[in-house]
């Protein structure tokens, strides 16, 4: 199914398989996706909030495995407790979405798995990912400022030319993250861990003046 250029609104598609559909250029207007498996579907340039609006559409526990949205409108969508391994989103703007709960994961044992997401160019302001796993994934060049990142686990994935605020540095794990090119002037290397960190010169510059070390 390939859809073009159409106005949905107030449309529920709860429960509905739309897997592999495409939607290109498509308004989506208090729609309802809760549920709905959208496996390895695509949105391309589709709006999914109305001006003026403060509620965006619901993919609550929908199955959003190698869904895919590029440049779409997602402010203030709900994803709660969606399945969204292998999700890609590229130049969206997400700001305001909830994420909280959702599952980026495939888990082989309780304790054992692996995390797939590939987002990008996205607007991710004031979004909330609490506790949100989120290992060895292609997470480069988002703003992130202002996102609940409480509980989060960056370990290994690349978040280069990301922006943060001052105070996400607790917030989240860095470990084995990719930094460069990040904005580090705010990270007190005594409180947050940067253990197996990747980052450039003049990051290293960055981090020690914030111990008071000059650099020459």
């Known amino acids: 199914m390939h859809?073009?250029?159409?106005?949905?609104?107030?449309?529920?598609?709860?429960?509905?398989?739309?897997?592999?559909?495409?939607?290109?250029?498509?308004?989506?207007?208090?729609c309802d996706f809760s549920r709905a498996n959208l496996t390895d579907a695509c949105?391309?340039?589709?709006?999914?909030?109305?001006a003026g609006e403060t509620e965006g559409c619901s993919f609550a526990y929908a199955k959003l495995k190698d869904a895919s949205f590029k440049g779409c409108n997602l402010a203030m969508a709900n994803f709660r407790n969606g399945q969204c391994f292998g999700v890609e989103l590229r130049q969206c703007n997400l700001k305001g979405a909830d994420f909280h709960y959702a599952s980026f994961?495939?888990?082989?044992?309780?304790s054992t798995f692996f995390c797939s997401a590939f987002i990008s160019g996205c607007?991710?302001?004031?979004?909330?990912?609490?506790s949100v796993m989120l290992e060895k994934?292609?997470?480069?060049?988002?703003?992130?400022r202002g996102a609940t990142l409480t509980g989060v686990s960056f370990k290994g994935?690349?978040?280069?030319?990301?922006?943060?605020?001052?105070?996400?540095?607790?917030?989240?794990?860095?470990?084995?993250?990719?930094?460069?090119h990040v904005d580090?002037?705010?990270?007190?290397?005594?409180?947050?861990?940067?253990?197996?960190?990747?980052?450039?010169d003049w990051q290293q510059e960055q981090l020690l003046s914030n111990l008071g070390i000059i650099v020459l």
């Open 105 to 110: 994961a495939n888990y082989i044992t309780q």
């Open 157 to 180: 994935s690349d978040l280069s030319r990301g922006e943060f605020s001052s105070e996400q540095w607790q917030q989240a794990i860095f470990k084995e993250a990719n930094l460069c």
């Open 43 to 50: 949105f391309i340039d589709c709006n999914f909030i109305e």
């Open 3 to 30: 859809v073009t250029k159409k106005q949905f609104d107030g449309e529920v598609f709860t429960h509905q398989d739309l897997s592999e559909a495409t939607f290109e250029q498509c308004q989506f207007y208090r």
């Open 184 to 200: 580090l002037d705010d990270v007190d290397v005594r409180r947050v861990s940067l253990e197996g960190v990747q980052i450039t």
């Open 123 to 130: 607007d991710l302001s004031y979004a909330n990912f609490e």
């Open 137 to 144: 994934c292609e997470l480069f060049e988002n703003r992130w």
